[in-house]
Nanobody
Framework: HVQLVESGGGLVQPGGSLKLSCVASGHIGAGICVGWFRQAPGKEREEVAAINAGTGNTYYAESLKGRVTVSRDNAQNTVYLQMSSLESEDTAMYYC?????????????????WGQGTQVTVS
């Protein structure tokens, strides 16, 4: 059982940047996909980005390409989400989650373990 803890959210002005962290209680490495998702009030949870913790391959939602970067530090069991040029539409609770393999990474229902989320507010 993997426990995930997100941090780094907060209040930021439009155009600003934030770097979110997702720390796993256990080792994340080969075969594990770590995804970032977000959910705004009244909206469906949507994909943001994902990374294969073993290969380092990254995946991005088309609408967010160029504004977000996902990276990992396997030694620290941590995955990061760097976000820039933030807009009010980016306001949401951001979650990280894990599953085996990054196929169908956009389907949040396939992820097994979730963190509690970190709030990002752009205003």
């Amino acid at each position: 059982h993997v426990q995930l803890v997100e941090s780094g959210g907060g209040l930021v002005q439009p155009g600003g940047s934030l770097k979110l962290s997702c720390v796993a209680s256990g080792h994340i490495g080969a075969g594990i996909c770590v995804g970032w998702f977000r959910q705004a009030p009244g909206k469906e949870r949507e994909e943001v980005a994902a990374i294969n913790a073993g290969t380092g391959n990254t995946y991005y939602a088309e609408s967010l390409k160029g504004r977000v970067t996902v990276s990992r530090d396997n030694a620290q069991n941590t995955v990061y989400l760097q976000m820039s040029s933030l807009e009010s539409e980016d306001t949401a609770m951001y979650y990280c989650a894990t599953k085996r393999g990054c196929s169908s990474w956009k389907t949040y229902q396939l992820f097994d373990y979730w963190g509690q989320g970190t709030q990002v507010t752009v205003s």
